[in-house]
């Protein structure tokens, strides 16, 4: 809880922090890649911290956090943190990290707002920094706990490519099973593994894929999509590693499951499961699981994409759909080529982006999130319209979570919304 001296401290100082947000992470991050160059190159997104992204996502979070315990200083807001405590679990984050942070932070702080900086507001402003670093540790502590992972002592296991498919173009999926033979790990649909890969020039960069397919047995998919880069972006430095390289029979590094975009609640609630692009790996997962567990309520399937043929693992859904006992798949193409009408009792299909405006929204409707932040932005205004409640609506973020990066942004009050204060993740 923060203390009253120090939420009047940060409360008086955070315009000046706030306006200089920017600036601290960038020389933040120049001052941790200085002293730990091996940070970017085995455990920081590479492509990520070229374009900026990553910057931005830690400024939000430093904002966000600060302004949640000046207004409610007798709360951990340990809700907001639970995103970033399963994508540090998922890279093998370890609680003396936090203390390396703290060091290059505080400096960066003090060496961008000088004399600003007084003994009295760098004790507040210590102060937010370990109470969110102790709750993301105490988060984390129990997610290692849950594995049989000790903090420190994680280390990905090696598993093969039993199989490769190409689902489009720019899509493949790649099957897997651990190489030592153990058991694989359980896991819940619509969470994902960290994909370590040795690069060209020797480094081990890490990159969360979800796993697209339903919980069970020993073999586990993840779909990968190569990202080609536009304007500061560079290409994706992972994923056009593993399309470029890896088949059946090669062998890659694979964290357990972690993520908290999970299937809760009634059983049989009303489900709308909503997507963009390659966002609907998590929900593939998740529309499988319900089949395995025989849910009898109503679904709602919805997925936006560039045409059909950039539809990934459109048999999929459509197979999952018509497998439930109450289910509608609804599918949105900016070009539909041609027009690509649905057959007989397939998805309606339509052209232009999502939008549910004319899908009924049944009361109780729990809905779940995953795609570019424009689309998921936009669905989660239209279900508020509709009377969702904000508590029902979930979703996971592919690279650097940006919801609360801008000041114009309204990131979903009591959800997971912080970005990673020590790394981010991607599907790059």
Not at 27 to 32: E, K, Q, V
Not at 279 to 304: I, S
């Amino acid at each position: 809880m923060l203390s009253e001296h120090s939420a009047a401290t940060v409360r008086a100082t955070l315009p000046a922090v706030g306006g200089a947000i920017e600036d601290i992470t960038a020389r933040f991050y120049d001052r941790l890649f200085t002293a730990h160059p091996e940070l970017l190159r085995n455990l920081f997104n590479r492509g990520n911290q070229a374009a900026g992204t990553q910057r931005q996502a830690l400024a939000g979070s430093l904002a966000a956090f600060a302004t949640h315990l000046v207004r409610h200083p007798d709360e951990r807001p340990d809700a907001m943190l639970a995103r970033i405590a399963h994508k540090h679990a998922s890279l093998g984050v370890t609680p003396g990290q936090y203390k390396v942070v703290h060091r290059h932070l505080s400096a960066a702080i003090a060496e961008v707002l000088g004399d600003a900086v007084t003994p009295e507001v760098a004790a507040a402003w210590d102060e937010v920094y370990w109470l969110m670093a102790g709750a993301l540790i105490a988060i984390e502590r129990r997610l290692y706990a849950e594995r049989g992972i000790l903090a420190g002592a994680t280390e990905p296991r090696e598993w093969e490519v039993v199989e490769r498919i190409e689902e489009t173009p720019d899509v493949a999926t790649f099957r897997l099973r651990p190489a030592d033979g153990r058991p694989a790990p359980a896991f819940r649909a619509g969470q994902y593994v960290s994909v370590r890969v040795e690069l060209a020039d020797g480094a081990r960069q890490i990159r969360q894929y979800s796993l697209s397919g339903a919980p069970g047995g020993d073999v586990r998919q993840i779909t990968v999509k190569r990202v080609r880069g536009t304007g500061a972006a560079p290409d994706g430095e992972v994923s056009a590693h593993l399309h470029a390289h890896v088949r059946a029979g090669d062998r890659l590094w694979v964290s357990p499951a972690y993520g908290d975009l999970v299937l809760d609640g009634p059983t049989d609630a009303p489900l709308l499961l909503a997507s963009a692009g390659i966002g609907v790996t998590p929900m593939a997962a998740l529309l499988a699981q319900l089949v395995t567990d025989g849910h009898r309520g109503p679904v709602t399937v919805v997925h936006g994409d560039r045409c059909p043929s950039a539809h990934a693992l459109r048999a999929d859904q459509l197979a999952h759909t018509a497998a439930l006992a109450d289910a509608t798949a609804h599918f949105w193409y900016e070009d539909l080529e041609g027009g690509a009408a649905p057959g007989a009792g397939g998805p309606a299909v339509r052209a232009g982006l999502v939008d549910l405006s004319a899908l009924p929204v049944a009361p109780g409707t729990r809905a779940y999130l995953c795609g570019p932040l424009p689309f998921m932005k936009a669905v989660r205004s239209q279900l508020l319209a509709e009377g969702v409640a904000p508590a029902d609506i979930h979703y996971e973020v592919f690279g650097p979570d940006l919801w609360l990066a801008s000041p114009s942004s309204s990131g979903p009050v009591g959800e997971a919304t912080m970005p990673s204060m020590v790394t981010g993740s991607s599907a790059a």
